[in-house]
């Protein structure tokens, strides 16, 4: 046994995931433990009397009423440092180097592969001198982790005092000290390898508003629902309404430093199209490979349950650490329904009384202890960082009134709601823009404006009123006829399918397409307002709707997304002449 490790008591009945131990005398609560002969790795999570419940996050066949438990003294926590970045782990964060060269399964039972690999060595540069006043927190040193991420060894959150000793600038394993920090509780050695444990918050400072927005290069997202830096969203769908599509459109292609996708209980072939396809993809901001800066992890409806359960656990203490570094990083859990069946799936194996839909009565408690964790922050060493959630929910048959939609919506403030009708329609992104909302939108405005311009703001808002418009004219056009409608109000709904197909469409599988920059979704939404307040001078100069929908220019605005390159704003002002020009001549023949 190792140091700390001790007997607490025996196996008494095994259910699944869910093991009873009896005869436990000095057991703690979430305690890390060690179960059967097969030295499983379970976590404590009821104790009385002398029994303790214990979750399994490894197949439990074989073991035994009898055999031992074992406690390790610790919680259940990840290792932290460089070797992360471009590692898939489990939910438990065991790395699965073996899932990416096989595409299949997974690791022995009992293994406890170390998550950060000890043989390697990384070239370590120390920050502060012998001497210098070390806050919890503070950057030690620095290590080149990837291409594109540098590694900030911190100091942890309970050191503070002088440092009394560093590490010369070369070469260190993780378990090698590289700093010695004189406290007052003593002198305290500091490796680059560091322990956190998954289901507690690290600490930072003060919290700061959420001003500045993650840009994702998917336009409905940017533009009419954005995602603040240390925001939280979800994106409730049905089956096949895109969800998965959208998390890895914004997990390649969203401005974060870093990335952590938990592919939560979906099919293993989702998580393969990722470990395939983002090492060849290459950042259109650095050039680098996307892997560069991602962090997998992979819970596949192949694995054990509970490790699902753990799996968002472990990608928020793995996004609070590079947080804490200073980086924003953006986590994509998909999906959380998945995660929440597996709650209840172990619920119900410990016999607790269920509530809504079979669903423990803390299902609320647990996504809200998830989202939580997002936020952009102080860091306790003085700089910024924000951990940004991105959570798929896929409600049962598409309803959103079913538990785990409702609940998330209670703790999220941006929806981006997938629309059935929509993805039949091969209308991608499917994102309702209607039924979808952002709470970060009146935040972010300030950060457009500068950005790309004062007219922004109302352009988005002309924009935002011509759709709500929209459905009422829909509605009035059921009645009687979109005919029966005066010609500015036909107008109205030829701009906003216009709008539709030229702005809120957008082809993830197209190279141009698929990512347009906060300048390029500007320029295409000025077009589209373009032709809507000259068109509607035009009607009121007599022009007809049928004339104005026949203005070839129009097709160009369409086919901007795909055919105007990144920063070409030539090409933007030669389409904005030239419906310009035929917009007048249509006047002209009313006699001005
Ligand atoms: P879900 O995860 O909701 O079950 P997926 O994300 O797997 O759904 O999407 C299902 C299919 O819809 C995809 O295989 C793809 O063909 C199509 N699709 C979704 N979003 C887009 C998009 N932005 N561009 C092109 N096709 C899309
Ligand atoms: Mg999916």
Redesign the pocket.
């Known amino acids: 046994m190792a140091t700390g490790e001790r007997a607490i008591g025996r196996v008494r009945r095994v259910n699944g995931p869910v093991v009873e131990a009896a005869g436990v005398a000095d057991a703690r609560m979430l305690e890390l433990v060690r179960v059967g002969e097969a030295a499983l790795v379970g976590e404590v999570i009821k104790l009385s009397g002398d029994r303790a419940v214990i979750q399994v996050y490894e197949d439990t066949t074989g073991v035994r009423p009898g055999e031992p438990v074992v406690g390790t003294g610790m919680p259940l926590s990840v290792e932290l440092g460089p070797g992360l970045v471009g590692t898939i782990y489990d939910g438990i964060q065991r790395p699965l180097e073996a899932l990416r060269a096989s595409g299949g399964d997974f690791i022995g039972r009992g293994m406890s592969a170390p998550a950060l690999d000890r043989g390697r060595r990384w070239h370590f540069t120390p920050s502060l001198a012998v001497g210098a006043d070390v806050v919890p927190g503070a950057v030690l040193g620095t290590v080149p982790e990837t291409a594109r991420v540098e590694h900030r060894v911190l100091a942890p959150p309970d050191v503070s005092g002088r440092l009394s000793w560093a590490a010369r600038e070369g070469e260190y394993g993780v378990e090698d000290v590289v700093a010695v920090v004189e406290t007052s509780a003593g002198e305290r050695r500091i490796s680059m390898l560091q322990r956190w444990p998954i289901r507690t918050p690290r600490p930072a400072g003060r919290r700061l508003p959420a001003s500045v927005p993650l840009v994702t290069g ?1 336009r409905v997202v940017d533009t009419l629902f954005p995602l603040a830096r240390g925001g939280t969203v979800a ?1 409730p ?13 914004v997990a390649k292609w969203c401005d974060a430093d870093l990335i952590v996708y938990v592919g939560c209980g ?1 099919r293993g072939n ?1 998580m393969t199209d990722v470990l395939t396809e983002f090492p060849k993809l290459v950042d259109p901001r650095t050039g680098r490979s996307l892997m560069e800066r991602t962090i997998l992890i992979a819970n596949t409806s192949n694995m054990p349950v509970s490790a699902r359960e753990a799996s968002v656990y472990t990608g928020a203490a793995l996004a609070e650490y590079y947080r804490d570094m200073g980086y924003h990083v953006a986590v994509m859990a ?2 959380t329904s998945r995660w929440a069946e597996a709650l209840r799936e172990l619920s119900g194996r410990m016999e607790e009384m269920p509530a809504e839909e079979g669903f423990p009565a803390y299902l609320a408690t647990r996504i809200a202890s998830f989202y939580e964790r997002a936020g952009s922050m102080e860091t306790l060493g003085g700089s910024e960082g924000s951990v940004s959630i991105i959570g ?1 929910v ?1 409600p049962p048959g598409g309803d959103f009134s079913e538990p785990v939609t409702q609940h998330t919506r209670r703790f999220v403030r941006a929806f981006w709601a ?1 629309d059935r009708q929509l ?1 039949n329609a ?1 209308h ?3 994102i309702s823009w209607l039924d979808s909302y952002s709470e970060y939108a009146d935040e972010v405005r300030p950060w457009w404006e500068e950005r790309v311009g004062p007219g922004w703001t109302a352009d988005r808002a002309e924009m935002v009123g011509l759709l709500r418009k929209e459905v009422r004219l829909l509605q009035v056009a059921k009645l009687v006829g979109s005919d029966a409608l005066p010609d500015s109000q036909r107008f109205v709904i030829e701009v906003c399918s216009l709008f539709k197909d030229a702005f809120l469409r ?4 197209d190279e141009v397409d ?1 990512y347009t920059s906060p300048e390029k979704q500007a320029r295409m939404l000025a077009l589209v307002l373009l032709y809507w307040r000259r068109g509607s001078l035009a009607i009121k100069k007599g022009a007809t709707f049928v004339e104005l929908r026949r203005v070839k220019a129009v097709r160009d605005i369409v086919s901007a997304r795909y055919a105007i390159a990144e920063g070409d704003d030539k090409a933007f002002d030669r389409v904005a002449a030239r419906l310009e020009r035929a917009i007048d001549d249509l006047e002209g023949d009313y006699g001005r």
Do not use: C, N
């Not at 769908?237 to 459109?249: N, R, V």
């Open positions: 998917q994106i769908g049905g089956f096949g309404t895109g969800k998965t599509m959208t998390q890895h459109a979906e989702e998909d999906s798929a896929s997938l993805a091969r991608y992104p499917s957008q082809d993830a599988f698929r």
